[in-house]
């Protein structure tokens, strides 16, 4: 079991500070980086996903993969963006997301709390509770000395708004 985890809270006022986040996120971004990303249905997940994507350099229309599950940009590094809220378990298991997990892109998990299980051991998780109209709490949850240390990092200089 990882035993190396670092938790961060950013306060978002809007989605300007939310994609202040998400371009401090996808700056770090290397190949192999997974993000589990979970919140209630409206939150912004989705939201978080189409910014982070446009700072990997992504300029395709970034939409919820709901029905497709898996799809995939070419950015500064490829972007697989997934969905897996409409699929079980043992459905997920059988789509090979290995593949993606350490593939030379970045993996973004929408409703990763469905597969706990096989997401790898070292990621980051992004929990958005939406605490008003505009305001969302995110919480980071650095799982593995590389994303840890993302955490300690955010939690000493915070994200440029």
């Not at 035993?3 to 994609?19: N, P, R």
């Not at 700056?27 to 994507?53: R, W």
């Amino acid at each position: 079991m990882n035993k190396t985890h670092e938790q961060w809270v950013f306060e978002s006022h809007g989605i300007a500070d939310t994609e202040a986040l998400a371009s401090a996120l996808a700056e770090q971004a290397i190949a192999g980086m997974v993000i589990a990303l979970d919140g209630d249905l409206g939150a912004g997940k989705t939201a978080f996903s189409q910014k982070f994507a446009w700072h990997l350099g992504i300029r395709e229309v970034v939409n919820s993969p709901t029905f497709t599950l898996i799809k995939e940009y070419e950015g500064r590094l490829s972007l697989y963006h997934m969905d897996v809220y409409r699929i079980s378990l043992e459905e997920a298991d059988e789509l090979g997301l290995d593949e993606y997990f350490y593939g030379a892109g970045v993996s973004l998990v929408e409703w990763s709390s469905i597969i706990p299980e096989l997401l790898p051991e070292d990621h980051l998780h992004v929990q958005i509770e939406t605490t008003g109209p505009e305001d969302r709490k995110i919480t980071l949850d650095g799982y593995g000395e590389t994303y840890a240390a993302m955490c300690r990092q955010f939690r000493q200089n915070g994200v440029n708004k």
